[in-house]
């Protein structure tokens, strides 16, 4: 507790110290439509990310548990992480650009009252002015008591304690154990800021013609697809227990619904005769829309897969070919491809085939060809790639007022996938000279690579993987 | 078995030494002055001139067979060259612009040519592999390799070519024919391949 008075001086000095160290975050960002000075933390706005701070605390095993919640809350791009100043300050286990302490400015007339004084506020064990002056609002406790891990959340300007989240991890060598950590840090963002996280999530993706999962911080790397032929195309279902995807078979394509929990994996019926591809679950996961390639082109199919019946054409191109369908989160629409434009554009129709329309607007004879949609989870929005000056780009299409934004601008980004909390896309981008996932936060145009190795593409992020909460009460002042 | 055709070779050999024995020059007669020896003189030569004349019937024959043997050789080796030469005219590529499924005119010429091998070869039977390059989506080039595919086999089928005869495929851009990325690559990706399915042996040229 002592060592942590540290006076107003010494802390305002290591914060102009943070401060001067070079910003490499904006030559990162992809600008173009987004705002560009939230993360430089010299123009700041009001109502721009709470402060966070993780507390010191070594020897006690956590280390990897700390690390990891650490890792979810600075990628989570809800908080500015704080670093402390001094010996025991929080490293981040993937090297980040650096980050500046942009409350500051915002707290500093505060602290300069405050923290003079130094001592916490009676019953609480926390110097809150302390960390007032560093700029955060929330500081976060975790220590473990026996069997149990406690993340204590305060809130620094009440100065108490928000939530206790305690959680009884499995231990670290179990596969579960990183899915549980991410829930303890996604039930601290929710006590936070009252939203849910999307740490316990994973991405699957298609590398050297197989699938392969990965947990979002880019750790947890596992093979999921059984077979040497050539898989494609992986899709969550909505409840995160099964994906679909596509492989090639003796120049047909089949699809296959896989259980996550078990790897058993089911041919989905009538599949396989033709070339299938891109399936897609509806939201109550009993309908599997897909693109079926044959004589007459490529068309938009559903099938029932609770009954195994019921295939349905929803698309009749003859001279256009309609694929990559999308369902949207009420499962009433279907977004999808059709080149009856000429070159693919993105189209929407009703679940049942009808009322098919033009949905991502363009110009005819200028706008390069769209491709690969998926409806965001709170169904806002439609990410997709589009050819721009010969390279693609990731777009997003406002569903309600029907007008487009680009988000990238460096190198070529393609097929976007939308996190659960529909401000996250993971992306297929070669901008780093080789073809990997990315991950843009769509708030703060922060862009992180998820991978540090070629070849990964076709992304799909998971819903939330989560049990039943295990928060304890809350013990607000 | 084993025995017979150890005994098949013995013979073989015997025959070999016997033909070369022959084959050498005649058997020298004994130089004697009597009539005995007259008689047998005339004898050996008339049995000289007999073994001559059936040495040269045999070897007349053995040089027929060969030739026979020969021309029927070159006979096959002709067809086979026949056959390669149409392989290869029917297995040769057509190409694409970006984002494009229309026959090229340069390359109507190349299916016509297909569509000549086809009629010739009525037992022939083929398939269209449709390839984009990487440039493109990769799914979206699922179903742009399968409109190549069937752009080709529609020509096919439009001159006189039975569709049931033609099958297609779409690969995408997954199997890409060079490695690379440049036009130069991406120009020679796009392509439809062409592969006999059944009744591939001895073609005719058209």
Known sequence: MKRWHVGLWECAAAVVLLSNLPAGQLSAQDTSAIDRGVRIGIVYKP????????????????????????????????????????????????????????GNARRSTAGGNRSASGGGGGQSSLNY?????????????????????????????????????????????????????????????????????????????????????????????????STDRQAMSPAWSQDGEHFSYMEFQAGKGWLYVQDMATGKRTPVPTTGTALDFTPAFSPDGQTLAFSRATEEGTDVYTIN?????????????????????????????IAFVSTRPGLPQIYVMAADGTDQQLFAPFDYGVTGASNAPEWSPDGQSVAFHRDVAGTLQVFVLDVRTRTVRQLTSVGRNEDPTWAPDSRHLAFTSDRSGYRQLWIIDLDTGRIRPLLQQSGARLASWSPRLSEAPTSTPSLER | MKSVSLLLVLGLGAAVISAASCGGKPAPAPVTPNADSAAAAEKARQDSAAAAAADAARRAREDSERVARQRAADSLAALSRTSDEVKTTLA?????????????SEDAATLDQKVAILQANTDLKIRIGGHCDERGSDEYNLALGNRRAQAAKQYLVSHGIDAGRIETQSWGEEKPLVQGHDESAWSQNRRDEFEITSGGDNLRRP
């Open chain 1, 305 to 333: 897969l609770k009954n195994n019946c019921c295939l349905r054409r929803l698309t009749v191109g003859r001279f256009s070919d309609n694929l990559s369908p999308t369902f949207s989160p009420d499962g009433q629409r």
């Open chain 1, 129 to 225: 002015p302390l960390y007032q002056a560093l700029g955060a609002d929330f500081a976060l406790d975790i220590t473990a008591a026996s069997d149990t891990t406690v993340a204590t959340l305060h809130d620094i300007a009440a100065a108490g304690i928000r939530r206790v989240v305690k959680a009884q991890l499995p231990p670290a060598s179990s596969p579960a154990f990183r899915l549980a950590v991410h829930r303890l840090a996604d039930q601290v963002v929710q006590a936070a800021l009252g939203t849910a996280g999307i740490a316990a999530t994973r991405i699957l993706f298609v590398k050297d013609g197989k699938v392969y999962q990965i947990d979002q911080d880019g750790a947890g790397e596992k093979l999921v697809s």
């Open chain 2, 92 to 104: 040769t590529m057509i190409h694409f612009d970006f984002d494009k499924s229309n026959i090229r």
């Open chain 1, 47 to 102: 109502g721009v990310r709470p402060g966070m701070v993780l507390l010191p605390r070594t020897g006690m095993g956590l280390d990897s548990v700390r690390a990891i919640v650490a890792r979810d809350l600075d990628y989570s791009d809800r908080f500015e992480i704080i670093t402390m100043p001094g010996g025991d300050s929080i490293r981040l286990a993937t090297p980040s650009p650096s980050r500046t302490p942009t």
